[in-house]
């Protein structure tokens, strides 16, 4: 049974009482069944009148409010309650100073501080949320021994694109834990994804499948805090563009592996956790001279050339291995291309 239902139920009691009592009173000169009639038709007009107005006033509120409450960030919601606190607490100390004033000021000043007090207390702290953010952060790491006082990196939140959900390698690294905070999912991202799973192409639904999986599996994760939320960004359509407004409000940085996103949210002054870079980054470092031990699959681009990779999937081009495919041969390394793709290892045969 909904809330709407519910709260339409005990609208019909109320106003069908509440149209007993007026079509009784308005009937008081009239005959008995006069009055019985009169009665009867308020509360049948009371009771559908009830039936019709009652969540206009009480369960549709209350859902637009939970809807802009789940809008807003975590330290958004958590400053604003402490500023609305502190406003009120002000207000009340100011209160009988202010009563004392002559009519009507010692009347209607106090009403007037409490809604301005609030107001400022609110505006003010979530003005300045981060700051107060690394200010508590601060004072708890001074009482735990080792704790990190960094708000941004123990309490952020970082948002996750599409892509990179869809990529899969997301759930691996934010069980190690090199991704601190809480990851969220705007539900239109969610949307995105759900949209790419019900496609018609096989290849889009089978990768619209996967960041399904790969959803799950981060929520199952005990060391991965994972959210859903309803926020969204009005007036915009493309989800690239929405992650990068709500990255900008929410002054968080934006989990992907989309170059193209990459580039229009740097252009925006957002930051940026690209995927691909931190694979690049730990991928294993070699110099030219060193010798390696390279199992040949293929043949490359060029004449003679022989591709073999490395475990961690750096590809190694080998001068003459082109008749050394299917054979594991120790390379030299002579030169170490970086590439926008990733890097590119060329070495030729010892032998």
Do not use: H
């Not at 139920?9 to 019985?36: H, K, R």
């Not at 809008?71 to 402490?82: H, V, Y």
């Not at 003679?304 to 299917?326: R, S």
């Not at 170490?336 to 030729?348: D, E, H, P, S, W």
Request: aromatic residues 6%.
């Amino acid at each position: 049974m909904s809330a709407d239902f519910i709260f339409r139920l005990i609208g019909m009691a109320v106003f069908s009482v509440v149209g007993a009592y007026v079509g009784n009173g308005l009937s008081l000169y009239y005959t008995p069944d006069q009055q019985l009639m009169y009665t009867i038709v308020f509360t049948l007009v009371g009771a559908l009148l009830g039936f019709v107005v009652t969540p206009y006033f009480t369960s549709r509120p209350l859902r637009a409010l939970r809807i802009l409450v789940g809008k807003l960030a975590a330290e958004t919601l958590f400053s604003g309650t402490i500023g609305l606190v502190i406003g009120l607490i002000i207000a009340a100390l100011l209160s009988f100073p202010l009563s004392l004033l002559p009519d009507p000021l010692g009347k209607i000043l106090p009403f007037v501080g409490v809604l301005l007090f609030c107001y400022l207390g609110a505006a003010l702290f979530v003005m300045r949320q981060t700051d107060i953010g690394n200010l508590l952060s601060g004072v708890s790491a001074r009482r735990e021994e080792g704790g990190q006082g960094n708000w941004a990196q123990a309490n952020r939140t970082v948002l996750l694109d599409t892509s990179v959900i869809i990529d899969g390698r997301v759930a691996d690294i934010a069980k190690t834990g090199f991704v601190p905070g809480t990851l969220l999912i705007p539900r239109f991202v969610l949307n995105e994804l759900q949209y790419i799973a019900d496609s018609s192409d096989n290849l889009r639904r089978a990768r619209g499948r996967r960041g399904m999986e790969v959803l799950a599996e981060l929520q199952k994760a005990a060391s991965v805090v994972v959210r859903i939320s309803d926020i969204d960004v009005e007036g915009v359509r493309e989800v690239d563009d929405k992650l990068v407004i709500l990255a900008r409000q929410m002054k968080c940085p934006i989990l992907t592996n989309d170059y193209n996103l990459n580039r229009i949210a740097e252009l925006q002054g957002v930051s940026i956790l690209n995927i691909n870079e931190l694979a690049n980054a730990v991928k294993s470092v070699v110099l030219p001279g060193e010798t390696m031990t390279i199992s040949i699959i293929q043949e490359g681009k060029e004449v003679n050339q022989g591709v073999g990779y490395m475990d961690d999937g750096t590809m190694v081009v080998i001068e003459n291995g082109n008749k050394l495919i299917g054979q594991t041969k120790d390379v030299s390394v002579t030169k170490v291309l970086q590439t926008a793709a990733g890097r590119m290892i060329f070495a030729k045969p010892e032998d």
